[in-house]
């Protein structure tokens, strides 16, 4: 039998005005805080444990998201790159077809 058995037990044996009474419900109470801060303390600690967890895992986030945007920023200018090497390509065969056309409709 437990601690706490004994002194549920003896408040059941005895009545509210009784000096064993008042010593084992005031030892009940003590016991039922320190089981309250052994729970309070381990829920602090999970706590702790979870906090650190979100912690990395926002630290790896924030790296991945760093990492898209220096992506990101390289693929634009890249786009840019081409899209001006494409534009100056089609304006060069709209300049060659143009020199066809003229070709083929001067020598008639």
Same mark, same amino acid.
């Given at each position: /039998? *437990? $601690? ?5 037990a003896? =408040? &059941?044996?005895? !009545? ?6 008042k ?6 109470d003590?016991? /039922? ?5 052994? =729970? ?6 999970? =706590?702790?444990?979870? =906090? #650190?967890?979100m912690?990395? &895992? ?5 790296q991945? %998201?760093?990492?898209? #945007?220096?992506d990101?920023d390289?693929? #634009? ?5 081409? *899209? ?5 390509? *089609? %304006? !060069?065969?709209?300049?060659a077809? &143009?020199?066809? %056309?003229y070709?083929?409709f001067? !020598? $008639?």
């Amino acid at each position: /039998m *437990t $601690r706490k058995e004994e002194l549920l037990a003896i =408040l &059941g044996k005895y !009545g509210l005005g009784d000096s064993q009474y008042k010593t084992a419900q005031a030892e009940l109470d003590i016991l /039922m805080a320190q089981e309250h801060l052994a =729970l309070l303390q381990k829920t602090r600690e999970n =706590l702790y444990e979870v =906090l #650190a967890e979100m912690s990395s &895992g926002i630290v790896a986030f924030r790296q991945v %998201v760093d990492r898209a #945007a220096t992506d990101g920023d390289k693929t #634009a200018r890249l786009l840019v790159r081409w *899209t001006k090497v494409l534009s100056f390509v *089609t %304006v !060069g065969l709209v300049i060659a077809t &143009g020199v066809l %056309v003229y070709a083929t409709f001067k !020598g $008639r």
